[in-house]
């Protein structure tokens, strides 16, 4: 007898949970993580090129322990990896960000609130109490209220300061017009499409309230909810901030400060200039401007220009244990996941974050020992079969 078994779906894979995900979300929900800027081509390269990273296989190289820890900014932990941070989370899962770090803090490694999330700073600490929490700043007009946030971070216990300086506006989305996310017939298209997902309407829609961006709600109240998102970051991000900017950013925070949006040498060496302990090589996950570079073609020549003065880490296409070890290997000392928690998040809540985790952590070791790395610090350009991925030629 059948027991209704073959229905079940068969999780095995990031991109497993991709596709459950986008069975039980609303289409505004699953396009807004799913898609990206404009023709989405940057966001396509970051996989495509990625997958052109060709590893060496090596064998007889005594791997029968391995290390998976690192160090980053004076902390050890278990792996190369923490959890990136994502706008609006909590609306994947009720109460999103609490399940999410909740499961990073199970395998202790940091998880990134944003800015923008639905859950604030003091939610998400109390749902982690010990663990190690980042908080992702982005650069609002209103400078006082970014120093209140900055106090409350310290006041929490946040270990890092993630400064995103690659979104002095949002991007061109084509795909959050057509499905309402924005525009302004969002509001009732939102619903109709809630309805036609009634679990994750009982799950978010009416036991995940409150539906405000929770670390902003202490100045916008009711106005900073779902109704216009976007539209209200193009109106209250600021474009006109500067590199100086980060002496005041400097002076308000004394803890590791890591900028996240880098795809350019020069701007690599101005961050490492004006004092910043990390970067995140990092183009939004193709979400802002499509055409650039990929994550995996730009790394290599900012690893060579800064990799020995502050630590260096990216994002955008890790869907592997592999792509851990693509990434390292072509400069990075660890990555950030973004898409893969939201997808495993939105199929499972914190029971499928903890298990993407898990999987990741196994495919990352056994890549290693197929590779001939005992250690993450063993993992570098000496793992490819051949130069990395070649750069446009430049003037």
Known sequence: MDHGLTSMPIIASIDDFRAAARRRLPRFLFDYA??????????????????????????????????????????????PVALGPIGIGGM??????????RAAARHDIPFTLSTVGI????????????????FQLYVIRDRGFMRELIALAK???????????????????????????????????????????????????LRGRPHQLGNLAPVLGADSGMNDYIGWMA??????????????????????????????????????????????????GGRQLDGTLSVARALPAIADAVGDRLILLADGGVRSGLDVVRMLALGARGVLLGRAWLWALAADG???????????????KVVMMLTGCSSIDAIDASVLAGAPIPLPERT
């Open 235 to 284: 109106d209250n991000f600021d474009p006109g901030i500067r590199w100086k900017d980060l002496d005041w950013l400097r002076a308000a925070w004394d803890g590791p400060l890591i900028v996240k949006g880098i795809l350019d040498v020069k701007d690599a060496r101005e961050a490492a200039d004006y004092g910043a302990d990390g970067i995140i090589v990092s183009n939004h």
């Open 155 to 205: 006041e929490k216990g946040v270990e890092a300061l993630v400064f995103t300086v690659d979104m002095p506006t949002p991007g061109i989305r084509h795909r959050d017009l057509h499905s309402g996310m924005s525009g302004s017939h969002g509001p009732l298209r939102r619903a109709l499409q809630a309805m036609g997902k009634p679990g994750w309407a009982w799950d978010v829609g």
């Open 350 to 364: 914190e029971a499928g974050v903890d298990r993407m985790l898990t999987m990741l952590t196994k495919e990352l």
């Open 119 to 134: 859950c604030s700073i003091a939610e998400v600490r109390a749902a982690m109490p010990d663990a190690p929490l980042w």
């Open 34 to 79: 799913d898609g990206g800027a404009m023709g989405e081509q940057t966001m396509r390269s970051n996989r495509a090129d990625l997958e052109q990273v060709i590893v060496r296989q090596r064998v007889l190289q005594d791997v029968a322990n391995i290390d998976l820890s690192t160090s980053w900014f004076g902390r050890r932990q278990p792996l």
């Open 92 to 101: 994947f899962r009720r109460r999103g960000e609490t399940q999410a770090a």
